[in-house]
């Protein structure tokens, strides 16, 4: 399901035109992205969590050539699924 | 900051922006999450454009240990739900560490400090190096710790020095024993640290200690005093003072190689031909004032007399006659050509007196070398 696909569901669902719901669908992701950003949680009911993580500076080496990088910190962003998503995944 | 945000909110933030009402809000935000787990379900992934993508990924089964009992239990295949975020979202989170890059490290390169912060090396031990005696592994760290509390008082540092200064003798004088002079010098540290653990303030400590330390380490240098001078005296009659000597012997290397780079021969330079040692020895005044002196003022009285005595009688020619002519080529210097043509250095101060060299030590390419024929006196 691409983002196209995705839209028009919504649209079908909600009664909104695809265009207006294009453009809601976009703001909630911008206010989303903005409340990750600051280091918010993003909790969602029944469906899971988004939340950033700070992942340290650390040395990989390439087994190839043995050469050592040195990864910088970074921020990421992670989603942890809901119990209720992850039976329903699960086909219970 | 670090708060948690809910649907709820979500909705809010979304009926601001585009003026609808707070309760179709909630339904759209609603809405648009039940699609996404809807889509998950049906097609096992779903892309949102400038958020990302969610995929259902099938586990296989696999088997495990279960921590506590010891017992192989088997893990049954399983969806988990993987989320990647688009670069979109990826690049805006991590704007606050976007100038770091990934760079290739360099062989050598010591990463001990980055281990100490990830905790993976907390306890350096250093220790061994500075293990002299029979110490228990406590003692030196308190000695250790002490001395930069000393180094930090002006007065103290002189005191430092000494003990400094200790390993240099002892480094030119072969006759007296090194591992004595360890054992003097861990009785003294464990005295120290005894003192300091003794005391509870540890600058007080050092302030008693000080004396004592100094006297123990005066009577360490009268001892190496002592016996280098009746050990050494057959051969080194020309010693006036001992303590000359550490501080002599560095500065007699710099003088040696000075005067290899000047193409005088060390051996012209010890045995004699008054004249240009005594040059020499003019030219060696002018460099001493430049280098680093060391606080003995006796240094600059007792030019190179030691190692002349030291160095072995040379042998003594005559010229008889001219044996050839060299011409000084690009790289040549007067040592290198005597080298060739005589195979000792012995001979470079009648070359060079052959010759009548004002300034052997800057010879011209192109100059004619006259070479004497030698005869053993």
């Known amino acids: ?92 | 900051m670090e708060g948690k945000v809910l649907l709820q909110d979500l909705a809010q933030s979304l009926a601001a922006k585009n003026g609808i009402q707070r309760k179709d809000a909630e339904t759209f935000v609603r809405a648009f999450f039940e699609t996404i787990s809807e889509g998950i379900l049906q097609d096992k992934i779903v892309k949102i454009k400038g958020f990302g993508t969610f995929k259902m990924i099938d586990v296989q089964d696999r088997e495990s240990v279960n921590v506590n009992t010891g017992e192989r239990i088997i893990i049954p295949g399983h969806s988990k739900i993987s989320f990647t975020p688009d670069s979109e979202l990826k690049d805006q989170v991590n704007r606050p560490f976007a100038l770091f890059q990934t760079v290739v490290i360099n062989e050598g390169t010591s990463l001990d400090d980055m281990e100490k912060v990830d905790g993976v090396v907390p306890v350096p031990s250093e220790l061994p190096e500075d293990s002299v005696a029979p110490i228990p592994p406590t003692v030196p760290t308190i000695h250790q710790e002490e001395e930069s509390k000393v180094d930090a008082f002006a007065d103290g540092i002189t005191d430092v020095k000494k003990e400094e200064q200790i390993p240099v003798i002892i480094k030119d004088e072969p006759v007296c024993g090194d591992a004595s002079f360890m054992q003097e010098e861990s009785k003294v540290q464990s005295e120290v640290a005894r003192q300091t653990t003794a005391v509870e303030h540890k600058k007080h400590s050092w302030w008693y200690v000080g004396p004592s330390m100094t006297a123990l380490l005066f009577a360490l240098l009268w001892i190496v005093f002592l016996t280098g001078y009746f050990i050494g005296s057959n051969n080194w009659l020309n010693f006036g003072n001992i303590f000359d000597k550490p501080i002599q012997y560095p500065q007699v290397e710099i003088d040696t190689v000075y005067v290899e780079k000047m193409i005088e021969p060390d051996s012209a330079y010890i045995k004699g031909l008054e004249d240009s040692i005594r040059s020499v020895i003019k030219q060696e005044s002018t460099i001493k004032k430049e280098l680093p002196k060391p606080q003995t003022p006796q240094v600059t009285q007792v030019p190179a007399k030691p190692v002349v005595a030291e160095k072995k009688s040379p042998v003594v020619y005559e010229i008889v006659g001219q044996k050839g002519v060299r011409t000084i080529q690009w790289g040549d210097y007067l040592l290198k050509i005597v080298r060739q043509e005589y195979g000792t250095d012995d001979a470079l101060r009648y070359v060079i007196s052959y010759n009548k060299f004002t300034d052997p030590n800057n010879l011209p390419v192109g100059t004619e070398v006259k070479l004497p024929k030698l005869r053993v006196k």
């Open chain 1, 1 to 92: 399901m691409n983002n196209k696909d995705f839209i028009s569901v919504l649209s079908a669902k909600t009664g909104y035109s695809s265009k207006e719901a294009s453009q809601m669908a976009m703001d909630i992701v911008s206010v989303i992205t903005n409340e990750l950003t600051e280091e918010n949680t993003v909790g969602i009911t029944g469906f899971g969590t988004f939340e950033v993580k700070k992942k340290l500076e650390r040395v990989l080496v390439n087994p190839a050539t043995k050469q050592r990088m040195l990864v910088p910190p970074k921020m990421v962003v992670s989603f942890k699924p809901n119990t209720g998503l992850k039976d329903k995944v699960n086909g219970k």
